[in-house]
């Protein structure tokens, strides 16, 4: 299995005004995308990706179906060119139902909303305000459990995306992060900062979400994978509808093994990650994780055309 490929699917974060609007005029098969899943949510997504503005773009109702339609319709560009060949796939919290989609487990319009119902569920959570995610940058793992149990003092405080190498997120309410803060400072941790997000997701208190999103993920028509997908939850492969059903399920709960899923696809002989969507956040991380490994980046027109003749 040498010099195997991966997609890799971004996650809430990578969005900006702008993105995939070039994609979508150049190519009809994207612009299908984004004309199927505007018609499936009853309003116009793409012209909040193409234009913003930028407040409506980061409610989190929006970004997650938002950020699901460029890499879904940038990936219906390389699989329409034959360029979508690759042994595993994964994703990046809202990042894994493009990468269930990308490998014919769902369809565009049905993940989008599933995501936009997530998106809704995991905001309504929790009250706005009252809950956060902070990053720690230099910690192990162990020592952010440590920080997460010596700050949460009865609340929920706990370790929510395990992204890079010392590159790690908390989240809980908004208190213990504050406590977590001054305590990983003591500590010496290099860095630890408050991120702009509007709710603590990937913890106990997204459990109201999970159950809300049950019964919409149990009645959405998922199919068999093509390719195995490499599960935020458990950093294995899976493959089924049951298991991507359960995967995506307990996925918003619990924490987003990033570095263990990267380095399972490694020791499966992956060589080649390229990351299909907005931004390049994954790309950042995977090098941290194994400078080694090829990293290729698919964000736009010129990306794209770059890929389609290098490959």
Not at 106 to 127: N, T
Request: proline fraction near 6%; glycine fraction near 8%; hydrophobic fraction near 45%.
């Amino acid at each position: 299995m040498e010099h195997e490929t991966a997609f890799v699917f971004p996650g809430q974060g990578s969005q900006y005004a702008g993105m995939g609007r070039d994609v979508a005029e150049k190519y009809p098969v994207a612009r299908k995308v984004f004309d199927d899943i505007d018609a499936a949510l009853g309003f116009s997504i793409s012209r909040i990706c193409f234009e913003g503005p930028d407040d409506q773009l980061r409610l989190t109702e929006n970004t997650q179906p938002a950020i699901l339609a460029v890499s879904s319709a940038i990936h219906a560009v390389l699989e329409d060119a034959g360029a979508a060949r690759r042994q595993l796939v994964a994703g990046h919290s809202l990042g894994e139902y493009s990468a269930v989609v990308s490998v014919g487990g769902l369809l565009p319009v049905d993940a989008a909303k599933l995501v936009r119902a997530r998106g809704r569920f995991m905001q309504e959570a929790v009250p706005v305000g009252s809950g956060g995610m902070a990053a720690l940058i230099g910690p192990t793992v162990e020592e952010a459990r440590a920080i997460c149990e010596e700050a949460s003092e009865g609340e929920v405080l706990s370790v929510a995306n395990i992204n890079a190498p010392g590159q790690i997120v908390i989240a809980g309410t908004k208190a213990a992060i504050e406590r977590a803060i001054d305590g990983a400072k003591k500590r010496g941790v290099r860095r630890a900062v408050i991120l702009p997000v509007s709710a603590p997701f990937h913890c106990a208190l997204m459990k109201p979400a999970e159950e809300r999103l049950h019964p919409l993920i149990e009645e959405a028509p998922f199919k068999d994978l093509w390719v195995s997908l490499i599960s935020n939850v458990d950093a294995s492969p899976i493959g089924t509808p049951h298991a991507v059903r359960n995967a995506l399920l307990r996925q918003v709960a619990s924490p987003v093994r990033w570095v263990e899923s990267i380095q399972h696809m490694i020791a499966m002989g992956v060589r080649r990650f390229v990351e299909v969507g907005p931004g390049s956040v994954l790309t950042g991380l995977i090098k941290r994780i194994d400078a080694t490994v090829e990293l290729i980046n698919i964000s736009d027109v010129p990306s794209i055309e770059a890929f389609l003749a290098g490959r």
